[in-house]
């Protein structure tokens, strides 16, 4: 401001004097009139440029230097600049947060006060059928047209979530949902949307295990009640006493067998995978399967059946022997109670050619038609519930089987067909299977590298 002041007056004393030197004391008045005049001008025209600065945008350097105005578009420059800053900061974060809810594997949502679509993530937009572009500022109700999501939507009770089916839900292959609206700010609302298809299978395989283990276990529970009923109630002579006695120990025998089941299953699930150091001939474990397999054959009856047990001598394979001994016998032991008297059962090992080994179960069996294959693992999973009882299974085998060998790296594979038999195989990586070289004695003297 003293600038100011000074260069105003400076131009009145330069007026004034020039006014002397030309016209003495009426040239002096006149020059002060004309110096003050000149400063008001100039002062405007730098007012002028100040002002077109500002309507360019401001964006290149003040085209003043010093002054009032100078400093005046310096201070402008400043906060301009810092602002720029600050909104450049915020679009950053701004745009972390996006990125951030983008990468998100729930759906999120905004809808303003009418219901409209002002943003919403990929996941929401694979969620729910829609395209991000095309369908923004468009009413969620006009998109997601599902019953339940419009009565939740529209009963203004948003305290719990509605499930509704996805976009690509099938017969075949459901999709489940869980989308929940969350009011916010001015009649806004924040849509989560959440895929539940696993939760909702898990629950139902929970409620269906409880089930069919229930079921399983009542079942011989009601025959041994009613068989101790009838021993104490009624006098037996000693033949129908023996039979009846007999009968409960197979009925307590079923229980046992279905308990031993499923504590092998939990022990499966809960324990850390076996090591890939402890090594077992498949010679030996085949030798131990064949005698369990005989023996059940002898126990049902089936003594005619046609065996046929071959291993490689040199074989071994890494892993936990219980456990394979087990997904073994199961195989094996299936083969028997399924297959005809006098059918044909053959189990072998054999090295593959790409350094993998195979568990082979075959038989002559009366064969499964194909839709049931993908669901002979699943657990108390029968094609005909009664036969199964009647053979001695507790639908928990192949799950038993499964388990074992997927915690071996390996996987099973089914072959079967109506009249055809099946064919049961374990196959398991090259890293867990080597050869053996054996001296004459017999005792193994050096293994050979496992397979990559």
């Not at 979530?161 to 099938?170: A, F, K, N, Q, T």
């Not at 067998?257 to 809960?270: A, F």
């Amino acid at each position: 401001m003293l600038w100011r002041i000074c260069s105003f007056l400076l131009c009145q004393v330069a007026g004034g004097l020039a006014g002397w030197f030309l016209a003495r004391e009426r040239g002096a008045a006149l020059g002060l009139v004309a110096g003050g005049l000149l400063w008001i001008v100039i002062d405007l025209l730098r007012g002028e440029r100040f002002m077109g600065w500002l309507r360019q945008g401001a964006e290149s350097d003040p085209p003043l230097g010093s002054g009032l105005w100078g400093e005046a578009a310096d201070r402008v420059r400043r906060a301009l600049r810092a602002r720029e800053r600050t909104a450049q900061e915020a679009s950053e974060r701004l745009q972390e947060f996006l990125a951030a809810i983008q990468a998100s594997p729930n759906g999120v949502m905004l809808l303003d006060a009418q219901g409209r679509i002002e943003w919403c993530n990929q996941t929401a937009a694979q969620h729910l059928g829609i395209d991000p572009q095309r369908d923004l500022m468009q009413a969620i109700a006009n998109l997601l047209r599902d019953p339940a999501f419009s009565a939740y939507n529209a009963q203004g009770d948003y305290s719990h979530d509605v499930v509704i089916p996805g976009r690509d839900s099938s017969p075949g292959r459901p999709l489940r949902l869980s989308v929940r609206l969350h009011p916010y700010g001015q009649g806004r609302k924040l849509l989560l949307s959440r895929d539940v298809t696993s939760v909702e299978q898990a629950e139902n395989m929970r409620r269906d295990f409880v089930a069919n283990v229930s079921h399983e276990i009542r079942t011989p529970l009601t025959v041994l009640a009613g068989f101790i009923e009838t021993l104490q109630n009624l006098p037996l002579d000693e033949a129908d006493r023996t039979r009846y006695l007999g009968l409960m120990s197979q009925q307590a025998d079923r229980m046992q067998t279905l308990v031993n089941d499923l504590l092998t299953l939990s022990r499966l699930e809960g324990s850390p995978l076996p090591g890939a150091g402890d090594w077992t001939p498949v010679e030996a474990l085949l030798t131990q399967c064949e005698q369990e397999t005989r023996a059940l054959s002898a126990v049902l009856g089936k003594a005619s059946h046609e065996f046929s047990f071959e291993a490689p001598a040199d074989l071994e394979i890494a892993g936990a022997a219980n456990e394979l001994l087990s997904a073994m016998s199961n195989l094996a032991s299936n083969a028997v109670r399924y297959t005809p008297v006098g059918g044909r059962i053959q189990v072998q090992w054999r090295a593959l050619a790409d350094g993998r080994a195979e568990f082979a179960v075959r038989d002559t069996g009366p064969g499964i038609a194909r839709e049931h294959l993908p669901r002979l693992t699943e657990r108390f999973y029968r094609v005909d519930r009664s036969r199964s009882r009647e053979t001695g299974g507790t639908g928990l085998g192949l799950a038993i089987v499964k388990h074992v060998v997927q915690r071996h790296g390996g996987e099973l594979r089914i072959d079967s067909a109506p009249g055809a038999g099946s064919t049961f195989s374990l196959l398991f990586p090259a890293s867990r299977v080597r050869t053996v070289t054996r001296p004459p004695g017999g005792a193994p003297a050096r293994h050979a590298t496992a397979a990559p």
